[in-house]
């Protein structure tokens, strides 16, 4: 099984330009989360999703925009970049509530 | 709202001690409480998941503990090793996805 797998790794944008992060998972999991991490500020949740069809909005979901129209994908779009959404991106899986998340390795994004 | 605290920030200690990381959290109305290893530059790597109604996990020299009642967790480790130097982070979930994470223990074994 691969897991979590998010592409790009890394990726520069210039400000206003747009962008989609990639997420999928292959372990058909139900849940499955977007968050950013920042230095001194932890991870913090985007957007969220738990099932197909069904988002709904985190802590910080300002200027990202999200679908899940199958199980394994749900991709994350950066509608205008701009600098303060320079960041390290997670994307998360969990089968329910109670099995705890399984996270992917990150896209690092800088907008310039 | 849900915070999560997690002290000390940094712990630096010498090969073979044991060492207690602790993890505060200020609703005690949570799902399961999760503990992660995060190496630099890399992804978030599960250690142990606390369900509500458990008062610990163990998975090899790592233990976790949970009291909600107290509103704490912590991650025991025993017999430290370099390859244990990480940051540790613990993320508390209320049951409906909206998880709230520490800003995490960067810890330091020193060999």
């Known amino acids: 099984n691969a897991g979590v797998t998010q592409t790009p790794k890394f990726q520069v944008l210039k400000t206003g330009q747009s962008m989609t992060l990639q997420c999928a998972q292959d372990?058909?999991?139900?849940?499955m989360s977007w968050y950013r991490q920042d230095p001194g500020m932890g991870l913090r949740l985007i957007h969220y999703?738990?099932?197909?069809?069904?988002?709904d909005q985190g802590e910080v979901p300002n200027g990202y925009n999200v679908s899940r129209s199958t199980t394994e994908d749900f991709p994350l779009r950066l509608l205008s970049a701009a600098p303060s959404q320079t960041s390290v991106y997670f994307c998360?899986?969990?089968?329910?509530?109670?099995?705890?998340?399984?996270f992917g390795s990150g896209t690092r994004l800088t907008v310039v | 709202k849900q915070e999560v605290t997690q002290i000390p920030a940094a712990l630096s200690v010498p090969e073979g001690e044991n060492l207690v990381l602790n993890c505060s959290f200020t609703?005690?109305?949570?799902?399961?409480l999760q503990w992660f290893r995060q190496d630099p530059g890399k992804g978030l790597t599960s250690l142990l998941l606390i369900q509500s109604s458990q008062r610990e996990q163990t998975s090899g020299r790592l233990n976790a503990s949970l009291d909600k009642s107290s509103g704490r967790s912590t991650l025991y480790i025993a017999a430290s090793q370099p390859g244990d130097s990480a940051t540790y982070l613990c993320a508390v979930d209320p049951g409906y996805q909206k998880v709230t994470f520490g800003t995490g223990t960067k810890l330091q074994v020193i060999p």
């Open positions: 998360a899986s969990s089968h329910e509530a109670n099995y705890g998340y399984t």
């Open positions: 372990m058909n999991h139900e849940y």
């Open positions: 999703s738990v099932g197909a069809g069904i988002t």
């Open positions: 609703d005690s109305a949570i799902y399961n």
